[in-house]
């Protein structure tokens, strides 16, 4: 005879074919966080419009050192500065060169500066700061009184001298691409060393971690381990510090601009673009507000981004 | 030149005709009150001018002239009289001295002073005076000593009281010139050696033999000027008319210009019209009927490295100076009240040569043919020198942007250091070409920073300097010709001025060699009513 045993329901669980479970990458993590920053969202808005509108400069309807010739009311011929019209948007500045694509074009140079400085200057501490938080003993204190060398020097006079120095050299090769890349190199030199100590800080706190112990026990070398494990384990500070100093490093270029040892005329940037204009605020009080605004809007739709920036990568920041 | 004696004595009205004109000025002023028939009767003869433009003086000395204090010159001229004066062609005609003699072989120049010179204390001038003077100035390192001693002078001397004698080495053309520069004033020995250092400061001791003299020095704000009590008309040099000039110290042109245009007549009465502002004066049509134009006697010019490659072929240079599109240079940059010129030596002078140098002028295609056949490579860069102020800068980025769309040349500017172009220029110290040619083109010229020489320019500037007479024209023409074809530099336009002047102002002057406007002739200028 068989029995049938009444055997009570399962509750009901899902099979694992049914499962959804909803999983992020880390990057999607940073933008979920980051797009709660509304602040954070609009800066970068604005860094990519600026972005855009210098990349576009070569499309401008006038070059950047073009001359317009066609203006012949006197007023405007003794010392320039036409009203916005349709063939000039926002008008001309003293020479009679159109102010829009003068600022697209000085657009360029800002933020080539600014960009390719922090990238130059977080590649050599990046290198450096694992250098010496990897290896540690006296190649540590070697490379950390470096940094403390170059932190001595002040900032701005040190800046300036060198650019002066370099002012004096003429070279063959176009002029703009040449003293840009001074600019670039003097701003990196002395600006790596924030990068450095954070990188070094971070490499401390990691190398006693469990998967480093792990990747030595599988054999890993150092360099293996630094560049497969340690370092993207650190970029988080670094990220945030770096898209802060971009806004630091296009205000220095600005400042050198400015005080004449950045890009030689005719070549504008923002700041020479802001030095040439306040010699003639008699005949325009409202030229100088555009380079400058430019700037202002530029820095701090960074600042925004970084700010941003920090809040998203939060956990990986508290999270040693 | 002028080696005459002209004496012009004024005539006396009889007293029966006086009356007359005294009757009817009464008649007339009671009669219609808003016109009076003797003009500077009624009305006070008192100016305001704002001719110390660079503020305090640095020394009222006339030995002690400096390059940038030449607006002192416009006091000095008239609170002291020189041998000679430069009359309306830029003559020099005698003053001080009633006449002069050269020796016949060019190397003694006699003057004879007037007897009725006086000083403003009443002492009378006498040759011993212009000794100390001039002594001092050749003894002293003061920049207008080499202009002197460039003419050769050997040795001063007064033989008597008056008669004053200058040897120089060779025969110089230009030495009546000199003899006309404020520089050369007269001192008085016994008050100069008494206060070396305060008697330019202190109007008691300002002691001058010309039509004014000083009475009243307000330090840092203004000067006052009044007739000179002893000064009579001579020669024909009038007695001035003005009663009062109260000289105005005022550097900031745009508060000249301000005080000028104000409703309130406290202002000056005439000014000269700051660049920025000319265009406001030409659009303006009650401004415009009150301004008067004129060329100074100074040129500008792109100077270029003659020592370096590529500049120094002559060929490259002329193409530069063909590149310049100079009606399109004084639009832009010199406000337009300015001369586009392709000669040294400006207009209102002897020397200039109308049409020098027309082959120089604008001329796009002819510059690219002439830089090819130089075999000129445009990929080299040339250098720009300009100095680090707005005005400046802008003015180099012009030049730039004007050889890179002519030529395609590439222009890098700097504020220092070996230039291959820069721009310059040269106002006239004296009236006569020696001091245009000689002094800046010469080989071992003094002021020739351009590093040109050309040895056939030098034997006629040599030829020109050492001849006086009817012959000196011709050859400075000729130097001129020669320079113009050498182009050690682009002549590109004469400074003009604008001045504006209130209408009640009469009898005004202006000439191209004035310190400020209307000092060459400030004693024939009276006020209307109004």
Known sequence: MATTIAVPARPSQPSVEESKVETRGELQIVWQRFRRHHFALIGLAALLLMILAATVAPLAPWGPNEIDRTITNPQYMAHGFAPPSPSHWLGTDELNRDLLSRLLWAGRISLAVGFLTVGIGATIGIILGALAGYYGGATDTVLMRIADLFLSFPFLPTLI???????????????????????????????????????????????????????????????????????????????????????????????????????????????????????????????????????????????????????????????? | MWLGVRNVIPRRRSSCARLAVTATMCVALFASPGVSVGQSANVPQEVTVNFLTQGEPDSLDPNRASFGYAVDGAVVRNVFETLLRFDENLVPQPAAAESYEVSLDGTTYTFHLRADGRWSDGQPVIASDFEFSWRRLLASKNQYAPLFAAAGITGVSAPDDLTFVVQVKQPSGALPDLAALWMAAPLRPDTVTANPDTWATDPATYLGNGPFMLSEWVHGDHLTLVPNPYYTAHLGWPLPTLA?????????????????????????????????????VLNDASLTAESRQYNELTTFWLAMNNARPPLNNTLARRAISKAI???????????????????????????????????????????????????????????????????????AQWFQDQLSSTLGLTVQLATSGDYDLTFGGWSADYPDPQDWLGLLFGCKAPFNTLTFCDPAFDQLVARADTTSGADRSGLYAQAQTQLMQDVPVAPLFNRGRLVLIKPWVDSLKLSPFDDCPGSLFLDEVRILPH
């Open chain 1, 161 to 320: 001298l060198i650019s002066a120095m370099l002012h004096q050299y003429k070279f063959n090769a176009d002029v703009t691409v040449v003293q840009v890349g001074t600019i670039v190199g003097v701003l990196a030199l002395l600006g790596w060393m924030d990068t450095a100590r954070l990188v070094r800080g971070q490499f401390l706190s990691l190398l006693n971690r469990d998967f480093v112990l792990a990747a030595r026990a599988l054999g890993a070398d150092g360099r293996r381990i630094m560049i497969v494990h340690l370092i993207p384990n650190s970029l988080a500070p670094i990220i945030v510090a770096a898209s802060l100093n971009v806004g630091g490093f296009i205000i220095a270029e600005s400042a050198i601009s400015f005080l004449g040892v950045g890009v030689s005329p005719p070549t504008a940037s923002w700041g020479s673009m802001l030095a040439d204009f306040q010699s003639y605020l008699r005949y325009s009080a409202v030229a100088v507000l555009l380079p400058g605004g430019a700037i202002f809007i530029t820095v701090m739709a960074i600042n925004f981004v970084g700010d941003g920036l920090r809040d998203a990568l939060d956990p990986w920041l508290r999270n040693r």
């Open chain 2, 244 to 280: 009062k000039v109260t000289v105005l110290m005022e550097t900031n042109p745009e508060a000249a210009y301000a005080a000028y245009t104000s409703a309130s007549n406290a202002g000056p009465d005439w000014i000269l019209v700051p660049d920025q502002e000319v265009n406001s």
């Open chain 2, 325 to 395: 599109d100079r009606a399109a240079l004084v639009r832009d940059l010199a406000t337009g009240v300015s001369i586009p010129t392709t000669s040294v030596i400006p207009p209102g002078m002897p020397g200039f040569v109308s049409g020098l140098g027309h082959d120089l002028d604008f001329d796009p295609a002819g510059a690219k043919a002439l830089l090819s056949q130089a075999g000129f490579s445009t990929a080299s860069p040339l250098t720009f020198r300009y100095t680090d102020t707005p005005s400046d800068l802008r003015r």
